[in-house]
């Protein structure tokens, strides 16, 4: 009966990454008590299988035999006497698994584990954080934040591995780890949870970054972006040092190598692959390719190596925070679906520059969609974008980043195939931002 209810339930979370394809079967893969009563607290990985390919999930099974009307949204689903229920959002058990953390249990399949000489504080309720797709984050008073990753892919979660790597070389702009959970799946050791330090009083750098587009956007006509009380320059010049120190810290706690001119060809050959999709699926795109094709062939007639190593891979402004002292950078797990092991491979730290100037772009533009007055705000937009665009990389090479005049070739390539896969992504999802992309191939 429980396959049954979660086969409807599962189709409708924000996590689930099977959207739009029917489900053929679910099934229990394994289900373990971790508190007995009522309510009852139950660890389930579920798997999901689709046509020819099969996922698993995990759920914090919650049993109770009268659900409080609190948690009525986190409904699965009734049988007998018993509801079932998502329980993530339950925080009288949750505070369980920071008990088991804290106290490094084995149970079952599953092990808790905590950093060591770290202390865990056990006697908090937790909240589940709004807004995520493809993980589900509970925050244990002000003190802890615990990525549930939903999604189970065999293997150390990216996120686990650089994080506490990092945290070992005494590394600034991360957020402390605490602890984790691990399993083991296809002989594969498996994160299943991380535990991180929260910065309740931190501000997420999209949202700052936004208030300082509307500042411009509302101000005087004769008011540049550097000008404007909401001027973000400052910031993003501290962004890109910080980001910078990352990369250094990331290349001396991992193994670093190069990519030769024949790689950077085939790699150049990838990019032009994918431009020529998206016109395929976006003809709009093809008006605009050239200042992309003359990116990629300049990149493939550059003869020097590429240094790569590990890198965040998913970077923008709604991965960094700003604390009272400095920027944090959050979420190293790479793009949630990619396979792990691309999500490990090394690549040119440029990769997270490119990620970055492209969310400036978005940060300027993205308002200016079905506004009234948009061809009036265009060239503020671009200004803003490209005053904090250009402090970023003063900040970035100010804090060490490498950015020669072939580096320069390389992230020009880079933001233009990032350009291409959301001109895509926008076409999709959001046809009336498809705008913002084309921008990025003005030369």
């Known amino acids: 009966m429980l396959e049954e209810l979660l086969a409807g339930w599962i189709p409708r979370q924000r996590w689930f990454a099977g959207k739009g394809r029917a489900i053929d079967a679910v099934r229990v893969d394994s ?5 007995s009563g009522d309510p009852a607290l139950h660890h389930v990985i579920v798997e999901v299988r689709q046509g020819l390919s099969a996922d698993r999930y995990q759920l914090l099974l919650g049993i109770r035999s ?18 079932y229920y998502d329980a993530a959002h339950d925080a009288d058990i949750t505070g369980r698994l920071l008990i088991a953390m804290a106290h490094g249990e084995d149970l079952g399949r599953l092990r808790f584990r905590h ?16 807004a995520e797709q493809s993980n589900t984050s509970l925050v244990y008073g002000e003190d802890y934040i615990c990525k549930l990753f939903r999604r189970l892919i065999p293997g150390v979660n990216p996120e686990l591995e650089i994080v506490t790597a990092l945290a070992r070389r005494g590394a600034p702009h991360i957020a402390k780890p605490y602890g984790w959970i691990e399993t083991d799946l296809d002989g594969k050791t498996t994160t299943l949870a991380f535990l991180q330090e929260y910065l309740s009083t931190a501000n997420d750098g999209w949202a700052l970054a936004l208030t300082s587009v509307r500042d411009l956007y509302a101000s005087l006509p004769e008011i540049t972006a550097g000008d404007a009380g909401g001027d973000f320059a400052a910031e993003a010049e501290r962004l890109g ?13 991992f193994p670093v190598d190069i990519i030769e001119p024949p790689e950077i060809k085939r790699m150049t050959e990838g990019f032009r692959g994918r431009l020529a999709r998206a016109i395929q699926e976006v003809p709009e795109l093809a008006a605009y390719a050239d200042p992309a ?14 240094p790569v190593q590990r890198v965040h891979g998913d970077y923008h402004l709604g991965q ?7 920027w944090v950078i959050l979420d190293f797990e790479g793009e949630p679906g ?12 440029l990769r997270d520059v490119a990620g970055m100037l492209r969310s400036f772009d978005y940060a300027a533009r993205h308002l200016l969609a079905g506004h009234p007055e ?13 005053h904090n665009r250009a402090a970023f990389l003063r900040g970035y090479t100010s804090g060490g980043g490498r950015l020669t005049s072939n580096d320069a070739i390389l992230l020009r390539a880079l933001e233009l195939s990032k350009a291409v896969y959301e001109v895509v992504y926008e076409a999709r999802n959001r046809p009336t931002w498809v705008d913002i992309p084309l921008a990025a191939f003005r030369d």
């Open 31 to 35: 289900d373990l008590a971790l508190i």
């Open 66 to 83: 009268e659900l409080p009307q609190r948690l009525n949204h986190a409904l699965i689903g009734h049988s007998d006497d018993i509801s």
């Open 115 to 130: 950093i060591e000489g770290i202390r865990i504080e056990e006697n908090l309720r937790s909240l589940v954080l709004g």
């Open 241 to 253: 040092t910080a980001t910078a120190q990352v990369h250094a810290e990331l290349a001396a706690a």
């Open 293 to 306: 094709e003359r990116a990629f062939d300049r990149l493939a007639g550059t003869t020097g190596d590429i």
């Open 320 to 326: 960094v925070m700003r604390t009272t002292t400095d």
């Open 338 to 349: 990619q396979p792990l092991d691309e999500r490990r491979a090394l690549s040119s730290p």
């Open 374 to 386: 948009a061809e009036y705000l265009g060239p503020r937009a671009d200004q803003w974008a490209g």
